[in-house]
């Protein structure tokens, strides 16, 4: 298996970074292949703007899907983009890792999420879903974050965590195609034990390698609705 990990901590002796050192460590154990995209040390540019493209369609007026697509076909996308896309497009898996800033992803990995799932690859027209551009991959988010564990789920402080992960989970990694994995959780990280890091350390490792027996989430598929995305009868 072909194994892409993006991962997005500003902090190299960040926990999330040893959550990314101990994926890499064990699917390469499995004889899986594995590239990394570190975006704080590769000083990604999270900015989408005309400058993506070093030619356009329309010049005057910034249509950015629209120039997406037109520019995968005439290669005018811009080098940063182009290599991240063929890193996608060559991955079966892509492991977003990151921790969680204000119920949500950090500003760079969102422009990563922006700027490469380009538009008449990824995703376009009726290309979403089980249907989209990159159907027949999975991926998975491994987060950390600093809340407690019971103050996430109904009738918690903080409500449910699926739906602080949802604009992640279905609006972008199902939404292009993915089948996309049960989120992996490392709770409290910045305040508890070494061995309590230790421990979710090995329940990652454990998760990596028997990935094979994990079930996708379920999400819509386009077969339960009709020509004008009007969910069908029963």
């Given at each position: 298996m072909k194994v892409l990990i993006?991962?997005?901590?500003p902090e190299p002796k960040s926990f999330t970074a040893a959550l990314r050192d101990q994926a890499v460590a064990t699917l390469e154990a499995?004889?899986?292949?594995v590239q990394v995209s570190d975006l704080?040390?590769?000083?990604?540019?999270?900015?989408?703007?005309?400058?993506?493209?070093?030619?356009?369609?329309?010049?005057?007026?910034?249509?950015y899907a629209l120039e997406q697509r037109l520019g995968v076909k005439s290669q005018s996308l811009a080098?940063?983009?182009?290599?991240?896309l063929d890193k996608l497009l060559w991955a079966d898996l892509l492991i977003l890792n990151f921790p969680i800033f204000w119920f949500s992803t950090p500003a760079i990995l969102k422009g990563?999420?922006?700027?490469?799932?380009v538009s008449g690859i990824c995703y376009g027209g009726k290309r979403f879903y089980?249907?989209?551009g990159?159907?027949?991959?999975?991926?998975l988010v491994s987060i950390t974050l600093g809340g407690r564990e019971h103050m996430f789920g109904d009738g918690a402080i903080h409500g449910p965590l699926e739906d602080m992960l949802?604009?992640?989970?279905?609006?972008?990694?199902?939404?292009?195609?993915?089948?996309?994995?049960?989120?992996?959780v490392a709770w409290h990280v910045p305040y508890i034990s070494d061995e309590a890091r230790k421990d979710f350390l090995q329940s990652f490792q454990q998760r990596l390698e028997h990935l094979s027996d994990d079930q996708p989430m379920q999400f819509a598929r386009l077969s339960q609705f009709d020509d004008g995305l009007y969910p069908l009868p029963g």
């Open positions: 993006v991962h997005a901590h499995q004889g899986h292949e704080y040390a590769m000083n990604w540019n999270p900015v989408a703007s005309a400058d993506d493209f070093s030619s356009r369609e329309n010049p005057e007026y910034l249509v080098p940063d983009i182009q290599q991240e990563w999420i922006d700027r490469v799932l089980d249907q989209g990159l159907s027949g991959k999975k991926a949802r604009p992640i989970l279905r609006g972008t990694l199902a939404y292009v195609g993915f089948d996309v994995l049960e989120p992996f």
